[in-house]
């Protein structure tokens, strides 16, 4: 017998609800470029950029479509809960789509107007503004993309990662889900955004975080164990690119990076030693990502005869 | 003739590239043209956020036929001569032309047609195109060989008389299709023809002409801000940045809330500017007022919408900036200059704290030698805080309002106005045209912290060379020269830097790196080299900066060949010496001297002294330090200069009235020289004149008679001398 389906989907609310905003990104870009729809990395990091499905995803020459809400943590941004705009905990939503399919800017622009936002009621504008990020050895060129003068996206064709070049060009785009919603939703405060359509809000889910994760990351992380876990996850990094394990090496690269934020935020690095910490942190991610690139390498030529890395 | 379009449609182009491309497009299509042998009568380049183009009329629709004619043997030449010509130019016997006995071959070049022309150009130009950046994008780029472009490159229309000019590039074929504006229109728009290019994007709401959308911005803000009852701020740059981020700029006026006026003035409109590209209005009273311009891409369904929505980011932005003024306001800025000593001003020169330290010793230096009129302890107080913006929030945030915030800081602080004023100008002047400062505080530490920085980076050699200046050495030379002779200030440069450099031995002796005799030892540094070099460094700027006020070089080197450092008085007596110069006197004067010169080069005149060598030293003046000789050579200097003006025989009239006027304008001119009466000097060099030619027309230098041609080379020798005494006139040309 053919039972009934137990359940249906509502329709998304993405203009009344920040999940639902969520949903509706997800539902857009895996129907409409075939992504997958991956879960946040379950690591803290400070921006989607670090994700592996970005980062060591874009190096080779295999197609990859993915998109992800990724949670990133910016100690310093931490404002106690007492700022309407800033979060030291916030998230991303990361689409990679590589190689960059020539209608990118039609495919964002219509997810846009999926989330609620009509381009004929709202000014929007391909700003330039081009990415580095040296501790990943990585550019790019692109824009942000302005809403009524508000940046609510970066949009990057990577050319770069890792130090190779990108072969092919992946088309990366990074839509800050905090500032969408808020603009969405006509709320001037974040923590007044409606999380659900069940009159959760943000607040409601994050208000004590940030008062609390502010305190700590600002006032009482022990800094001597801070320090001693920088100098751990060097070792642990180092330690897992001799054994030949570049994706763990990695991970440890990303912990890096973020104990570092933490020691920034506790004020106990100096303005000289900030470039040194910062040297060292973008040894360890580059070195992992020419391993891993170095280690893909057979494989990628066997699939694509004639590719090469450099 | 006819007309043929180009477009390039991309991506959207940064808007601060889109006026350099178009001049690129422009020449890269017309050295084409050339090259094929063409000539457009003329090209138009346009410029948007999505597309290049170009139209060029009046474009022949072929290239001229050419007829080549090679010359070949004479008829009756050898056979072997005719069959080798035949063979190179590929023809027969028959296919020659005879003339005036000789053969011809001639070979005619039919005309290209221009489409064929274009149709490979187009690749070229594309390939060629010089992009300050570019990139790779989609599918192709497995390859780094894959064309590279602004941005992805999308389509190309290529129409010459209305018809598809076929190319290709990339697998992205020419045609006859773009795209209308983002939003306005949807669907392909299709171009008949070059003539049609504009108005068939003006009606899909694209204004493809590049000043036209700026003349759009200009108006329209103007008339927004009129409507509201406010003035405009022109700002040229924010124009032509709007009209390169639209399509179809539509300026919008919207309020932020005035509490944020509290705000220095020139906060909000940087913030505006710079992070929202927003234009500020100012009120009848010429006050910033409370409103702000952006300029949307759409006409919007509800303008109204634009604005808020605008209104918000910028009122975020204005938090921020009210937050920092407020927030750097509760600490005192002697607190906050405490923090310079994080700063490092150079690795090898310690940090900014250190900095400041010197500088407010040397500015307290230069009010206590009366160098500047001003009050001591002001100087010392401004200059020990005139970096302690540095390290506010809102200079951190917007760091070319470096000094404006101290100022700012400094006054709501109830420090004297003196002192915030000299720490809000203290970085003038920045360049050509720049105010100079004259408030006397303000003119110690600004002067103060030039000369430090001059000799820090000569201190460790990092001197400016050729077109390098990375710390911008010149500019502070020029700074300094600027508020010496704004201010007639009496600066002995090698002195003054010897100051400064002093103050740096004080700090950098405490540092272990500075001890001892390494590469970087104390002694290293401070040495004659450096003296010289920082000096000659800042007085080649002054001859530099007064060439461009039409002072004669010729006439700089003159006088700064006699050794003076002083620039105020070294331009007082060029000054003199060019208007001199410029007299019948001058001239006459210039003519004698250079006379007398070259006789006394011309005889190997040595002076007196040179006399000496008939002791027989190698070395005339061997033994002039030799303690038993000393009175022998004084008696016998004493004899020979009593004998220089006491004459052995009676000299003729001219020769006499030469010496008497020497006698009277020598030590006048000298005189005059020592006070520093430029003119004076001039005046009492111009009385020799007339004694001078007429010594020349009567007097025979060169006397048979040994004393006689002594004397009188001495008495040119003295004349030059004299004149050396107001300035070189050996270096002045003419």
């Keep these: ?310 | 003739m006819a007309d043929f379009l180009l477009e390039l449609r991309c991506e959207e182009i940064p808007a601060r590239m889109q006026p350099k491309a178009k001049e690129d497009l422009a020449r890269l299509f017309t050295d084409a043209l050339t090259k094929a042998g063409l000539t457009a009568g003329s090209v138009e380049t346009f410029a948007t956020p999505r597309r290049l183009a170009l139209i060029a009329k009046d474009l022949p629709l072929a290239t001229e036929a050419v007829s080549e004619e090679t010359k070949g043997p004479k008829v009756g030449a050898p056979p072997q001569a005719l069959e080798g010509f035949l063979r190179k130019v590929g023809l027969t016997a028959e296919q020659l032309v005879e003339r005036d006995g000789v053969y011809f071959a001639v070979v005619e070049k039919p005309g290209r047609e221009t489409a064929e022309v274009l149709a490979e150009a187009i690749p070229a130009i594309i390939r060629a195109f010089p992009w300050p950046k570019s990139m790779r994008w989609g599918a192709a780029s497995l390859s780094t060989e894959s064309l590279r472009w602004v941005r992805p490159l999308s389509g190309i229309i290529a129409l010459l008389d209305g018809a598809v000019v076929p190319c290709k590039v990339d697998g992205i074929a020419s045609g006859r299709t773009t795209m209308g504006h983002r939003f306005h229109h949807s669907g392909p728009v299709e171009i008949a023809n070059a003539g049609a290019y504009i108005e068939t994007l003006r009606a899909a709401h694209v204004v493809v002409h590049f000043s036209e959308r700026c003349k759009l911005i200009r108006e329209a803000a103007a008339r927004a801000a009129a409507e509201a009852g406010l003035t405009l701020v022109a700002d040229e740059g924010l124009v032509i940045e709007n009209a390169g981020l639209t399509e179809w700029p539509v300026p919008l006026l919207g309020r932020f809330d005035e509490v944020f006026l509290d705000v220095p003035p020139e906060v909000i409109q940087l913030t505006a500017r710079v992070n929202q590209k927003y234009f500020v209005c100012e009120d009848a009273d010429g006050k910033l007022a409370n409103a702000f311009i952006c300029t949307a891409n759409i006409d919007a369904n509800d303008p109204a919408v634009v604005v808020d929505g605008n209104r918000k980011v910028l009122a975020a932005r204005l938090s921020d900036a009210r937050f920092f003024w407020e927030q750097d306001q509760k600490t005192p800025l002697a607190v906050h200059a405490e923090k310079l000593a994080r700063i490092t001003f150079h690795e090898k020169l310690g940090t900014v704290a250190d900095k400041a330290l010197r500088v407010a010793k040397l500015a307290r230096w230069l009010c206590e030698e009366g160098i500047v009129a001003a009050d001591p302890a002001l100087a010392e107080q401004a200059a020990r805080l005139c970096k302690a913006d540095l390290v506010t929030e809102m200079v951190g945030e917007f760091p070319e309002l470096q000094g404006l915030m101290g100022g700012y800081y400094a006054a709501k602080e109830g420090l004297p106005q003196e002192v915030s004023d000299a720490i809000r100008d203290h970085y003038k002047p920045v360049g050509q045209g720049d105010d100079v400062p004259t408030a006397p505080v303000t003119v110690a530490v600004s002067l103060a912290d030039k000369l430090d920085t001059i000799a820090g980076f000569f201190l460790i050699n990092e001197k400016p060379t050729g077109s390098k200046d990375p710390f911008a050495l010149r500019r502070a030379a020029i700074g300094v020269l600027d508020l010496v002779v704004k201010n007639s200030l009496r600066m002995e440069t090698m002195h003054f830097f010897a100051r400064a450099a002093g103050a740096y031995a004080r700090q950098l002796e405490r540092r272990p790196e500075f001890q001892g005799d390494g590469e970087d030892g104390l002694g290293k540094l401070l040495t004659p080299e450096f003296y010289s070099a920082v000096t000659d460094f800042v007085l080649e700027r002054l001859k530099v900066q007064q060439r461009a006020n039409g002072v004669r070089h010729d006439l700089m080197d003159a006088v700064a060949a006699l050794g003076d450092d002083q620039p105020v008085r070294l331009l007082a007596r060029v000054h003199a010496l060019q208007a001199f110069v410029g007299t019948e006197d001058g001239t006459n004067l210039l003519a004698g001297y250079k006379r007398a010169a070259n006789i006394l080069k011309k005889e190997d005149w040595r002076g007196i002294e040179g006399e000496i060598s008939q002791t027989g030293e190698e070395d005339p003046l061997a033994m002039v330090d030799d303690p038993d000789l000393a009175p022998v050579i004084a008696a016998k200097m004493a004899e020979r200069h009593l004998a220089e003006t006491h004459l052995s025989y009676t000299p003729e009239p001219a020769e006499k009235a030469l010496i008497d006027a020497l006698a009277a304008a020598a030590p006048g001119a000298a005189e005059a020289v020592d006070s520093e009466r430029f003119a004076d000097a001039m005046a009492a060099l111009a009385t020799l004149r007339a004694p001078i030619d007429r010594f020349f027309e009567e007097v025979t230098v060169n006397a048979e008679e040994a004393d006689k041609r002594a004397a009188r080379l001495a008495l040119l020798a003295r004349f030059r001398d004299a004149v050396h005494r107001v300035a070189d006139f050996s270096r002045i040309e003419g």
């Excluded at chain 1, 081009?130 to 050895?137: A, C, F, V």
């Design chain 1, 1 to 310: 017998m053919n039972a009934a389906p137990l359940f249906a989907p509502p329709a998304r609310d993405p203009a009344r609800s920040f999940q639902d905003m969520i949903l509706t990104l997800h539902d857009f870009w895996s129907a409409e470029a075939g992504c997958v729809i991956l879960q946040p990395y379950d690591m803290r990091m400070g921006a989607g950029t670090f994700h592996t499905a970005t980062t060591l995803r874009a190096l080779g020459p295999e197609p990859w479509n993915a998109a992800f809400v990724q949670p990133c943590r910016r100690p310093t941004d931490g404002r106690y809960g007492e700022n309407p705009n800033r979060l030291q905990h916030y998230y991303q939503y990361q689409v990679i789509l590589k190689p960059s399919p020539s209608d990118i800017q039609e495919l964002y622009l219509k997810s846009l107007a999926a989330i609620g936002i009509d381009p004929l009621a709202h000014d929007i504008r391909f700003v330039e503004d081009d990415w580095e990020s040296p501790t990943l050895g990585a550019w790019g060129l692109g824009w942000e993309v302005w809403c009524d003068g508000m940046e609510v996206t970066q949009f990057t064709y990577f050319q770069q990662m890792g130090g190779f070049d990108c072969k092919p060009v992946a088309g990366e785009l990074t839509y800050g889900l905090e500032r969408l919603a808020m603009y969405i939703q006509g709320v001037d405060n974040v923590y007044d955004l409606a999380f659900n359509s069940s009159g959760v809000s943000y607040g409601d889910v994050f208000l004590e975080n940030e008062r609390q994760m502010s305190k700590w990351n600002f006032e009482v992380a022990d800094t001597d164990a801070l320090f001693d876990l920088f100098a751990k996850a060097e070792a642990e990094c180092r330690n897992a690119l001799a054994a030949g394990v570049p994706i763990a090496a990695y991970e440890q690269a990303v912990e890096a990076s973020h104990v570092f934020n933490l020691l920034q935020a506790r004020g106990v690095i100096s303005v000289q030693e900030r470039a040194s910490y910062m040297g060292r942190v973008r040894d360890l991610a580059r070195s992992s990502c020419e391993a891993y690139a170095a280690k893909m390498t057979p494989e990628w030529e066997a699939k694509y005869p004639g590719w090469s890395l450099v």
